[in-house]
């Protein structure tokens, strides 16, 4: 016998065992499948009985928000505290959760925390639902596939959020999109969702594409055109994944233009789609004239340079505070004639991960010698918030493709001349033309914002005056009054499931 003839033989033998193995492995394949249905259908059953239960001793519907880091000080908490301040008005009949993975402190504690920051009360009491286990979502628990890894731990963060509560409507307020497909199918809720932020974005994919070095495109890849390659594909899938589970949502809401074609691109659900601005309390600073105040800020001997924003790596204070020390290099310290020019960088930290950031920010203000000309204000209260903002003559912004950017919009409120990234929602929804004229400025790097920073300290009093009345004009649309409205319209289709 040949070896062609061996060959063939072996090869028919393989044939017959693969054929003989088909059928048991579709057999088996069947009865799997079967008992996960069966599974399934047991877990709805089990959690629509806890919800019927909790109906039962209630007597009321109960609208849930999925936002672990309630406690937190950033524009986020502020749509959740705006969204349930509204809905509370509009339904006094339903009842509203908070799933949070605040621990160590009370629901006392973070409402005042609220009211504190935002200048928010709510009109009655909500229920919180203290989660244990927010590592899961934490990015330092993932040094490698991170997104993975946190949108995983979302999902079992989210099942420990079912059990403890069964909602009748559930909206995710935060971004965690993979929690939809489990209060929807597995709860049998109706689901909403607010993005703030798509999780993955086609910029981020163009990033990695074009081997760009950023906070999330560490060096070591972006120089190596396989590892490139590699994460070029992951992302690809996680895009095709996080598409599927953000198609679950029955109402979404996203918070800019910007936003919206990232979210239309990857959801695919245009009829389900709405812009909601952020609220922004923009009347609080609006209620502070700038004529003789104004004036007399211009007047100061100091001019101080404002940055509002989370200490994340995504909001780049590397980069404000190297432009401001190429600023301080072209002024001077101190010379004949000029303002001394300080940066008062505020913001809140989540974690232990930010508060080492701060050190790290504050370990750089050392080595480019303008430590003295640097201060940081941490988690401070609304109204000191309101006085730097009013006392400032810039507001600084530098994260690129910012989704909305509450903090610009409180700079232009407050009567700063807002310098922001030249991207995302502060390119293309706020700092825009209005009434013919422009109401802030846009730059990209440390020489745009170096160059914009000393146009504006030469500019004339009654220059800069124009510009940050025309920019208060401007950002009436981004009220607390024109969320609410457009919030509470959004969530009607939602809102009407609801037995009352």
Same mark, same amino acid.
């Given at each position: 016998?040949?070896?062609?003839?061996?060959?063939?033989?072996?090869?028919?033998?393989?044939?017959?065992?693969?054929?003989?193995?088909?059928?048991?492995?579709?057999?088996?394949?069947?009865?799997?499948?079967?008992?996960?249905?069966?599974?399934?259908?047991?877990?709805?059953?089990?959690?629509?009985?806890?919800?019927?239960? /909790?109906?039962? &001793?209630?007597?009321? +519907?109960? $609208?849930? #928000?999925?936002?672990?880091?309630?406690?937190? =000080?950033?524009?986020? *908490?502020?749509?959740?505290?705006?969204?349930? /301040?509204?809905? &509370?008005?509009?339904? +006094?009949? $339903?009842? #509203?959760?908070?799933?949070?993975?605040?621990? =160590?402190?009370?629901? *006392?504690?973070?409402?005042?925390?609220?009211? /504190?920051?935002?200048?928010?009360?709510? +009109?009655?009491?909500?229920?919180?639902?203290?989660?244990?286990?927010?590592?899961?979502?934490?990015?330092?628990?993932?040094?490698?596939?991170?997104?993975?890894?946190?949108?995983?731990?979302?999902?079992?963060?989210?099942?420990?959020?079912?059990?403890?509560?069964?909602?009748?409507?559930?909206?995710?307020?935060?971004?965690?999109?993979?929690?939809?497909?489990?209060?929807?199918?597995?709860?049998?809720?109706?689901?909403?969702?607010?993005?703030?932020?798509?999780?993955?974005?086609?910029?981020?994919?163009?990033?990695?594409?074009?081997?760009?070095?950023?906070?999330?495109?560490?060096?070591?890849?972006?120089?190596?055109?396989?590892?490139?390659?590699?994460?070029?594909?992951?992302?690809?899938?996680?895009?095709?994944?996080?598409?599927?589970?953000?198609?679950?949502?029955?109402?979404?809401?996203?918070?800019?233009?910007?936003?919206?074609?990232?979210?239309?691109?990857?959801?695919?659900?245009?009829?389900?789609?709405?812009?909601?601005?952020?609220?922004?309390?923009?009347?609080?600073?609006?209620?502070?004239?700038?004529?003789?105040?104004?004036?007399?800020?211009?007047?100061?001997?100091?001019?101080?340079?404002?940055?509002?924003?989370?200490?994340?790596?995504?909001?780049?204070?590397?980069?404000?505070?190297?432009?401001?020390?190429?600023?301080?290099?072209?002024?001077?310290?101190?010379?004949?004639?000029?303002?001394?020019?300080?940066?008062?960088?505020?913001?809140?930290?989540?974690?232990?991960?930010?508060?080492?950031?701060?050190?790290?920010?504050?370990?750089?203000?050392?080595?480019?010698?303008?430590?003295?000309?640097?201060?940081?204000?941490?988690?401070?209260?609304?109204?000191?918030?309101?006085?730097?903002?009013?006392?400032?003559?810039?507001?600084?912004?530098?994260?690129?493709?910012?989704?909305?950017?509450?903090?610009?919009?409180?700079?232009?409120?407050?009567?700063?001349?807002?310098?922001?990234?030249?991207?995302?929602?502060?390119?293309?929804?706020?700092?825009?033309?209005?009434?013919?004229?422009?109401?802030?400025?846009?730059?990209?790097?440390?020489?745009?914002?170096?160059?914009?920073?000393?146009?504006?300290?030469?500019?004339?009093?009654?220059?800069?005056?124009?510009?940050?009345?025309?920019?208060?004009?401007?950002?009436?649309?981004?009220?607390?009054?024109?969320?609410?409205?457009?919030?509470?319209?959004?969530?009607?289709?939602?809102?009407?499931?609801?037995?009352?």
């Amino acid at each position: 016998m040949s070896a062609h003839d061996h060959l063939s033989l072996c090869l028919c033998d393989l044939i017959r065992l693969l054929w003989t193995l088909l059928l048991p492995c579709f057999y088996l394949s069947l009865v799997l499948t079967a008992i996960l249905v069966l599974f399934i259908m047991g877990v709805r059953a089990w959690l629509q009985m806890k919800r019927k239960t /909790r109906r039962a &001793q209630d007597g009321r +519907p109960a $609208v849930a #928000f999925f936002h672990p880091y309630c406690n937190a =000080g950033g524009g986020g *908490e502020r749509v959740l505290w705006c969204a349930l /301040r509204a809905l &509370q008005n509009r339904y +006094p009949d $339903v009842s #509203f959760v908070v799933y949070t993975g605040d621990q =160590g402190v009370t629901a *006392e504690e973070i409402l005042d925390g609220a009211r /504190r920051r935002f200048n928010i009360r709510l +009109p009655r009491a909500v229920k919180f639902v203290f989660l244990k286990h927010r590592l899961l979502v934490e990015a330092k628990l993932y040094p490698h596939f991170t997104l993975l890894g946190q949108s995983v731990g979302s999902i079992f963060l989210g099942w420990e959020a079912l059990t403890e509560f069964v909602p009748d409507i559930y909206i995710d307020s935060m971004g965690y999109a993979f929690t939809l497909p489990v209060f929807r199918y597995l709860g049998g809720c109706h689901v909403g969702s607010y993005v703030h932020y798509p999780t993955i974005s086609t910029d981020m994919l163009s990033v990695v594409r074009e081997r760009n070095p950023r906070f999330n495109n560490a060096d070591y890849i972006s120089s190596n055109p396989v590892l490139s390659a590699i994460k070029v594909i992951y992302y690809c899938v996680f895009a095709l994944l996080y598409g599927l589970a953000g198609s679950c949502s029955e109402v979404i809401m996203v918070n800019s233009t910007w936003t919206l074609g990232h979210i239309l691109a990857l959801w695919r659900a245009p009829n389900r789609t709405n812009v909601v601005y952020p609220p922004c309390d923009v009347q609080a600073f609006l209620d502070i004239p700038i004529g003789e105040e104004g004036e007399k800020k211009e007047g100061k001997k100091c001019h101080c340079v404002v940055s509002v924003g989370q200490f994340r790596p995504e909001k780049d204070h590397q980069l404000q505070i190297r432009a401001f020390r190429k600023l301080v290099d072209r002024k001077g310290v101190e010379t004949v004639g000029r303002e001394i020019v300080k940066l008062v960088l505020i913001g809140g930290c989540r974690n232990q991960e930010d508060e080492d950031r701060v050190l790290m920010l504050r370990g750089l203000c050392q080595e480019l010698g303008i430590a003295d000309r640097v201060e940081f204000k941490l988690n401070i209260p609304f109204e000191e918030l309101k006085k730097d903002l009013t006392d400032a003559t810039i507001g600084l912004h530098t994260m690129w493709n910012e989704h909305f950017g509450i903090g610009v919009v409180e700079c232009m409120a407050a009567g700063t001349i807002i310098l922001a990234h030249k991207s995302g929602g502060p390119k293309l929804d706020i700092v825009v033309p209005y009434d013919g004229g422009p109401t802030g400025f846009l730059a990209d790097d440390e020489d745009t914002y170096a160059d914009a920073m000393e146009r504006i300290l030469s500019m004339t009093p009654e220059a800069r005056l124009e510009i940050r009345r025309r920019a208060r004009l401007s950002v009436t649309r981004f009220s607390d009054q024109e969320f609410e409205g457009s919030f509470l319209a959004a969530m009607e289709p939602l809102m009407s499931t609801l037995r009352l």
